[in-house]
Antibody
């Protein structure tokens, strides 16, 4: 069974940093592209970042480019999102999601971790 | 960047009705279009990819069509468990933008 479990969310002050993790199991993690998608409270889905299976290709939304860094450790079956210079508008539930085939499409999702940016 | 729009933003229909949601891309994206369902308080679920390919386990009352800039998601006979917000997403190239969503409820 495919499982994705996010961790690392919490309350952080504007300008602060946070590192999200996603532990994957039930599939060959090193064969799949992975994604981070977020959802602000009461709002729609926003794609944040994607990384290819070998980390050769990395993509970011303009809203986080230069502040967020996606990475993965295939030996540990883990996906990460380093978030720096956080802003109030980054407040959201952050989902880790596996790509179906092409980067961006998400066939399995974690339960999400809440990041709140507030003073 | 390519913008994604959806219409309507919300709809209310009766059980058994045929429901159609439209997604439009500001530029052509071939068939690189996915549809997701998000029930209240739940994680999004992939329904359709490649514009018309049903994801495994998704009921056959869901179907997708379109290519280029105009796409539709159809629920052939609306069921109470279909109450949800539906999102389209382009994935021809980054950014992999989602549409704003269409909220579907029962009349």
């Amino acid at each position: 069974e495919v499982q994705l479990v996010e961790s690392g969310g919490g309350l952080v002050k504007p300008g602060g940093s946070l590192r999200l993790s996603c532990a994957a199991s039930g599939f060959t993690f090193s064969s799949y592209s992975m994604n981070w998608v977020r959802q602000a409270p009461g709002k729609g889905l926003e794609w944040v970042s994607s990384i290819s299976s070998s980390s050769s290709y990395i993509y970011y939304a303009d809203s986080v480019k230069g502040r967020f860094t996606i990475s993965r450790d295939n030996a540990k079956n883990s996906l990460y999102l380093q978030m720096n210079s956080l802003r109030a508008e980054d407040t959201a539930v952050y989902y880790c999601a596996r790509s179906l085939a092409a980067a961006g499409t998400c066939d399995y999702w974690g339960q999400g971790t809440l990041v709140t940016v507030s003073s | 960047d390519i913008q994604m729009t959806q219409s309507p933003s919300s709809l209310s229909a009766s059980v058994g009705d045929r429901v159609t949601i439209t997604c439009r891309a500001s530029q052509g994206i071939s068939n690189y279009l996915a549809w997701y369902q998000q029930k209240p308080g739940k994680v999004p679920k992939l329904l359709i990819y490649a514009a018309s390919t049903l994801q495994s386990g998704v009921p056959s009352r869901f179907s997708g069509s379109g290519s280029g800039t105009d796409f539709t998601l159809t629920i052939s006979s609306l069921q109470p468990e279909d109450v949800a917000t539906y999102y389209c997403q382009k994935y021809n190239s980054a950014p992999f933008t989602f549409g704003p969503g269409t909220k579907v409820d029962i009349k």
